[in-house]
């Protein structure tokens, strides 16, 4: 019988020493009497140390896996770690390049800018004279954590997270909790992949680099454990008194950065999932976007879905709005839609009886609309929770800099500028006449916004009211958007009946064609023609 090496060996009995640790841990906080309080969580991975704080980190914006209130305690975790030996930060950094530290830099500062659970930042400056700063990975940690998730999937196998809906004990799945987060985790740990999301945001999101900007990636020295970004010489712009002093307005600051953002999600569908003060850096009149490690993806279904959310809010229709969040959440088969509406409609009235809805709190609103829906049991997706997190993220950033700022309005607006210029009337009219042409009898394919407003004009809901004050150009706009579809639907239906009279053969006729089906192709155009003319002057 072989003997097993001893590395082997060596990595059993530290994996049962870890083990022991754990449960020690867990056991402190006597997991096996009631499961884990948000309170108890959080003290729970203090004491397993850095790497957990970390994750508990990366657990306090999903939603979509744990309870609010869990994500809320998460949220004030702070790890404490201590400072990398120098000696360690540059042997990571030569082992990963190959080469010794005098070969890649000019000059490499051993104090970091910054130390965390995962890395530490370093300033350097390379052999051609670009400052940079070296991101650099704790040695081990990677291979640490890994073992942990193995260990604590089966702990998890007896640990219960339980949470309070309506007085009623309800379970969580930590195990696939931790499933979901050993996979985010291990993303974090690649810094391949962060530099990927760098360069994808950087070439997706910066359209003029001398207004918004963020760092260049050095791939010569970015690998799995070092990352390389060009170094930014400013300070976080949650210090508004110290953008004045350089002589910037504030408020033209924060509009720069809130375009940016906006830009980013409506128009890119990649978004920065973590805009905090400290990830946006102010230099020489410019902010940057710095630390990609979170970057959200959003589809252009969840892009649709949120736009109807903000319009059934701006409508208070709280029947479209609950539609709107079931269409992507996965709902329970015990669903009480009756009592959803209910909650969604105290939710609207709530949030939409103050009369500016400049002064709407969207980090409220969301955060109860999430958990309306958690309460319900439905499941909301991993990609559109970051995306309501990291907007909750940015209200608070622009709180800091320019409280004075409207969120929401800078959103409705926007949002309503892309449906606009969604219904691209032209190419709805030659996809009607292209299916036509090849199908006969077969109904156009009408948009799926003209189902709506069919849909909303038989319950009797087409008229919006809206109390939006000192904003009576965004009340216009959004009326006349809406009677403009109005009127693309009407031409869409005449254009369709009077195809399927012209295959009836009736009398009298025009060049072969039935005068009441040509009457109806005239009217079709005509109302087409006037549509645009509308659309147009709107722009």
Request: charged share 25%; hydrophobic share 45%.
């Amino acid at each position: 019988m072989k003997k097993k090496p001893a590395a082997e060996k060596k990595t059993r009995v530290l994996r049962k020493g870890r083990a022991a640790e754990i449960f020690s841990v867990f056991a402190k906080h006597k997991f096996y009497v009631n499961g884990f309080t948000p309170e108890e969580m959080k003290s729970t991975l203090e004491d397993l140390g850095p790497t957990y704080v970390k994750i508990g980190q990366i657990m306090s914006s999903r939603t979509d896996l744990l309870p609010e209130a869990y994500c809320r305690e998460l949220a004030g975790l702070r790890a404490r770690v201590a400072p990398l030996d120098p000696a360690v930060a540059r042997s990571v950094i030569e082992r990963e390049t190959g080469k010794p530290i005098g070969e890649l830099f000019r000059e490499f500062r051993d104090e970091p800018l910054g130390s965390a659970s995962i890395a530490q930042a370093h300033y350097a400056v390379t052999r051609d004279g670009t400052p940079v700063v070296v991101k650099v990975q704790r040695p081990l940690v990677a291979e640490t954590m890994r073992e942990d998730f193995v260990l604590l999937k089966k702990i998890a196998a007896v640990v219960n997270v339980t949470r309070d809906t309506d007085g009623l004990s309800d379970l969580v799945d930590l195990k696939s909790v931790i499933q979901q987060l050993e996979k985010v985790t291990s993303e974090e740990l690649d810094f391949r992949i962060e530099a990927e999301n760098a360069r994808l945001f950087r070439d997706a999101c910066i359209e003029d680099p001398a207004v918004m900007s963020c760092p260049k990636v050095v791939d010569s020295l970015s690998t799995e454990k070092i990352l390389t970004m060009t170094y930014v010489d400013g300070f976080s712009v949650g210090d508004g008194e110290r953008i004045e002093k350089e002589g910037y307005d504030r408020v033209a600051v924060g509009k720069v950065i809130l375009d940016n953002y906006l830009h980013q999600i409506l128009d890119c569908g990649i978004f920065h999932g973590d805009p905090h003060p400290g990830n946006i850096l102010f230099s020489d009149g410019v902010p940057y976007w710095i630390d990609f490690g979170m970057i959200g993806r959003v589809s252009e279904q969840y892009l649709g879905t949120f736009q109807d959310i903000v319009f059934a809010l701006l409508e208070k229709d709280a029947e479209e709005l609950t539609n709107a969040a079931l269409t992507i959440g996965i709902a329970p088969k015990n669903l009480n839609k009756a009592r959803l509406v209910e909650d969604v409609e105290i939710f609207v009235e709530k949030y939409t009886s103050v009369k500016d809805l400049a002064r709407l709190d969207v980090s409220a609103a969301i955060t109860d609309l999430i958990e309306i829906m958690n309460v319900h049991h439905v499941s909301m997706p991993g990609e559109y929770t970051m995306l309501l997190r990291s907007l909750v993220t940015i209200e608070g950033t622009m709180e800091t800099l320019c409280p004075e700022l409207d969120l929401f309005g800078f959103l409705a607006k926007k949002m309503l500028k892309r449906a606009r210029e969604g219904l691209n009337l032209k190419e709805s009219i030659l996809s009607a006449v292209e299916t036509l042409a090849s199908s006969g009898r077969k109904a156009v394919r009408l948009p799926a916004m003209a189902f709506g407003i069919l849909r909303n004009l038989s319950k009797g809901k087409l008229k919006i009211n809206l109390e939006l004050n000192g904003n009576d150009d965004f009340v216009r706009d959004l009326n006349a958007l809406v009677k403009n579809s109005l009127l693309v639907v009407i031409a869409a239906v005449l254009f369709s009946g009077s195809v399927r009279l012209s295959a009836a053969g009736i009398q009298p006729q025009i060049n072969g064609i039935p005068l009441v089906a040509l009457l109806g192709f005239v009217a079709a155009a005509a109302l087409t023609i006037y549509a645009f003319l509308r659309m147009t002057k709107l722009k």
